[in-house]
């Protein structure tokens, strides 16, 4: 017997509210309590769903005057609560039997509210989320919050054996024997024909809960690393559905397996997805991104200039943008607006067409900018100087390249890579940009600087913005090879002791265009040498 009461010296001293339905675990559970030292409260839930409920109630009051235990009593009338709160018998019995455990904990300052739940309850929870389908079968929690459930590792037969031992006796709840409910089912009609088979089920499934639990909680904790700039397309599938989950827990959302399941199908592949979940509640997965809110469009943050006017779009909208004209439709489609939601983006006419879109970030016809007398986004002109030095890099035959350094919206740092000038990898365009930057502001912490590259930093260059203490990175293009901000792995999952800001994709289309063209000349030059060979100069014939 002692396992029984072994397990529970943790509480010996503790004030603790045990859940004392009547039944053989939770007696047992009040009996070993008392003897293993603690100071026990008892609390018995009339549900009221059945004519002799009432009997338990008393029977339960007389047991524990018996023991010299103090005793909470309360009848609820379950199947009203449920009926009026729309939830099923189960579901509202459970809710309304915590509440009512932790007032009583209130009431009495208990330390831990324990249940006597046992591995019996756990292989039938296991087996029941198995055959429901559930993506993780992690069974009932051994704590949550101030409840605790001691017994799960206790088998039913030595929780009989004990209370035999002690002469005590406990009620039967009349619906256990009722096949109708489905644990009562897989109790009494399921469970002993696998254990005929398979004399170890019980453990082995209760194994399952322990295992898929701790597996659960550390893919759980990758997910609540995932950053707002990580690429969600890149995370493995486990992690994102967790991630995906929490998000939804976190704005309040009901929802199914297969819900979840859907949406991080659409968040891999970067498609749109449209669900309503229970409640009539609306969210999007569209571009990689999850929205669990209706998408909100923000209007001008500036004065409108004379004869421009406030409209959302019209089919024939065109805006003139340094490529040439686009249907705005197509700047909708690029910048991932859901197409329930086009028609409440905020547009800007003047005579000349469309001027500006309110999508994120906000898409400026050509000129436009400075008919409204908006200075340049400080990021966007920033790339613009980095993209130079990226241009720069290329025709030095380096790896197109490059990075500024701002401070106070001025350059500070510029940097450009030249590993392959002077023979060095680590000359890099960050760290030269860097480097710069600290010679002239005269320290060596960046703290209120960005640096802004037209490329994904590598591991390297961005441990040394790390060590700089960079208040802020913006880039361009994605580096899939080395990129240290989720193209291959996103470094700052980690907790290190300064995380700086990140944001990523400005002027991307113009990085990525450069990286390939000097990629393309690479290739180029790669295959004429393998076809011609290294070019010999003509002998001088004197």
Same mark, same amino acid.
Request: proline share 6%; charged share 20%.
């Given at each position: 017997?002692?396992?029984? #009461?072994?397990?529970?010296?943790?509480?010996?001293?503790?004030?603790?509210?045990?859940?004392?339905?009547?039944?053989?675990?939770?007696?047992?559970?009040?009996?070993?309590?008392?003897?293993?030292?603690?100071?026990?409260?008892?609390?018995?839930?009339?549900?009221?769903?059945?004519?002799?409920?009432?009997?338990?109630?008393?029977?339960?009051?007389?047991?524990?005057?018996?023991?010299?235990?103090?005793?909470?009593?309360?009848?609820?009338?379950?199947?009203?609560?449920?009926?009026?709160?729309?939830?099923?018998?189960? +579901?509202?019995?459970?809710?309304?039997?915590?509440?009512?455990?932790?007032?009583?904990?209130?009431?009495?300052?208990?330390?831990? &509210?324990?249940?006597?739940?046992?591995?019996? +309850?756990?292989?039938?929870?296991?087996?029941?989320?198995?055959?429901?389908?559930?993506?993780?079968?992690?069974?009932?929690?051994?704590?949550?919050?101030?409840?605790?459930?001691?017994?799960?590792?206790?088998?039913?037969?030595?929780?009989?054996?004990?209370?035999?031992?002690?002469?005590?006796?406990?009620?039967?709840?009349?619906?256990?024997?009722?096949?109708?409910?489905?644990?009562?089912?897989?109790?009494?009609?399921?469970?002993?024909?696998?254990?005929?088979?398979?004399?170890?089920?019980?453990?082995?499934?209760?194994?399952?809960?322990?295992?898929?639990?701790?597996?659960?909680?550390?893919?759980?904790?990758?997910?609540?690393? &995932?950053?707002? $700039?990580?690429?969600?397309?890149?995370?493995?599938?486990?992690?994102?559905?967790?991630?995906?989950?929490?998000?939804?827990?976190?704005?309040?959302?009901?929802?199914?397996?297969?819900? *979840?399941?859907?949406?991080?199908?659409?968040?891999?592949?970067?498609?749109?997805?449209?669900?309503?979940?229970?409640?009539?509640?609306?969210?999007?997965?569209?571009?990689? =991104?999850?929205?669990?809110?209706?998408?909100?469009?923000?209007?001008?943050?500036?004065?409108?200039?004379?004869?421009?006017?406030?409209?959302?779009? =019209?089919?024939?909208?065109?805006?003139?943008?340094?490529?040439?004209?686009?249907?705005?439709?197509?700047?909708?489609?690029?910048? =991932?607006?859901?197409?329930?939601?086009?028609?409440?983006?905020?547009?800007?006419?003047?005579?000349?067409?469309?001027?500006?879109? @309110?999508?994120?970030?906000?898409?400026?016809?050509?000129?436009?900018?400075?008919?409204?007398?908006?200075?340049?986004?400080?990021?966007?002109?920033?790339?613009?100087?980095?993209?130079?030095?990226? $241009?720069?890099?290329?025709?030095?035959?380096?790896?197109?390249?490059?990075?500024?350094?701002?401070?106070?919206?001025?350059?500070?740092?510029?940097?450009?890579?030249?590993?392959?000038?002077?023979?060095?990898?680590?000359?890099?365009?960050?760290?030269?940009?860097?480097?710069?930057?600290?010679? #002239?502001?005269?320290?060596?912490?960046? #703290?209120?600087?960005?640096?802004?590259?037209?490329?994904?930093?590598?591991?390297?260059?961005?441990?040394?913005?790390?060590?700089?203490? &960079?208040?802020? *990175?913006?880039? @361009?293009?994605?580096?899939? =090879?080395?990129?240290?901000? @989720?193209?291959?792995?996103?470094?700052?999952?980690?907790?290190? @002791?300064?995380?700086?800001?990140?944001?990523?994709?400005?002027?991307?289309?113009?990085? #990525?265009?450069?990286?390939?063209?000097?990629?393309?000349?690479?290739?180029?030059?790669?295959?004429?040498?393998?076809?011609?060979?290294?070019?010999?100069?003509?002998?001088?014939?004197?």
């Amino acid at each position: 017997m002692l396992p029984l #009461t072994s397990v529970l010296f943790p509480y010996a001293a503790q004030t603790v509210v045990v859940g004392v339905s009547g039944g053989a675990d939770s007696v047992a559970l009040l009996l070993a309590l008392r003897l293993a030292g603690a100071r026990v409260v008892a609390a018995h839930l009339d549900h009221a769903l059945r004519s002799d409920s009432a009997d338990d109630a008393r029977w339960v009051q007389e047991l524990c005057a018996g023991l010299g235990v103090p005793c909470e009593v309360a009848r609820v009338d379950v199947g009203a609560v449920a009926a009026r709160r729309g939830w099923n018998g189960e +579901d509202a019995a459970r809710r309304v039997r915590y509440d009512f455990l932790s007032r009583a904990a209130k009431k009495v300052g208990a330390s831990a &509210i324990l249940t006597a739940h046992t591995r019996r +309850d756990q292989a039938e929870t296991v087996l029941m989320a198995l055959l429901r389908g559930e993506a993780v079968l992690h069974g009932i929690p051994a704590v949550r919050g101030r409840v605790h459930r001691p017994w799960l590792g206790v088998s039913r037969a030595d929780i009989e054996a004990f209370l035999v031992a002690h002469n005590q006796g406990w009620r039967e709840d009349p619906s256990n024997a009722d096949p109708s409910f489905t644990r009562a089912w897989l109790r009494l009609e399921v469970m002993p024909v696998l254990a005929a088979r398979f004399p170890g089920i019980e453990m082995a499934l209760a194994r399952i809960a322990r295992l898929s639990a701790e597996d659960d909680a550390a893919l759980s904790e990758l997910a609540a690393r &995932i950053t707002a $700039h990580a690429p969600l397309a890149a995370q493995l599938p486990a992690v994102l559905r967790r991630w995906v989950r929490q998000e939804l827990v976190g704005a309040g959302h009901s929802f199914h397996a297969d819900q *979840i399941g859907a949406l991080t199908a659409a968040l891999r592949q970067s498609a749109t997805l449209h669900l309503t979940l229970p409640g009539a509640r609306q969210v999007t997965a569209t571009g990689g =991104k999850l929205y669990t809110a209706p998408q909100k469009w923000p209007p001008p943050d500036f004065p409108l200039p004379d004869g421009w006017i406030l409209r959302t779009r =019209k089919p024939a909208d065109r805006i003139r943008l340094p490529a040439g004209t686009r249907k705005l439709s197509d700047v909708f489609t690029d910048a =991932k607006v859901p197409r329930e939601s086009r028609d409440t983006v905020p547009v800007l006419v003047s005579a000349a067409g469309v001027q500006w879109a @309110g999508v994120r970030p906000p898409v400026w016809a050509e000129g436009a900018r400075a008919q409204a007398g908006v200075p340049e986004d400080v990021h966007h002109r920033a790339m613009g100087e980095a993209l130079a030095l990226a $241009h720069a890099a290329a025709e030095a035959g380096e790896v197109p390249v490059g990075a500024v350094v701002l401070h106070g919206g001025a350059v500070v740092g510029r940097g450009r890579n030249t590993s392959r000038q002077e023979g060095d990898m680590t000359r890099h365009a960050e760290l030269a940009a860097l480097r710069e930057a600290a010679a #002239t502001l005269g320290t060596p912490y960046l #703290t209120e600087c960005t640096l802004v590259v037209t490329l994904e930093p590598c591991p390297m260059c961005l441990g040394a913005a790390l060590e700089a203490r &960079i208040g802020g *990175i913006v880039y @361009g293009a994605a580096n899939p =090879k080395a990129g240290a901000l @989720g193209g291959v792995l996103d470094v700052l999952a980690a907790h290190w @002791g300064h995380t700086p800001t990140v944001l990523g994709g400005v002027r991307a289309t113009e990085a #990525t265009r450069l990286l390939k063209e000097a990629f393309r000349q690479v290739r180029q030059a790669k295959t004429a040498f393998q076809t011609t060979g290294p070019q010999t100069p003509e002998r001088d014939p004197a």
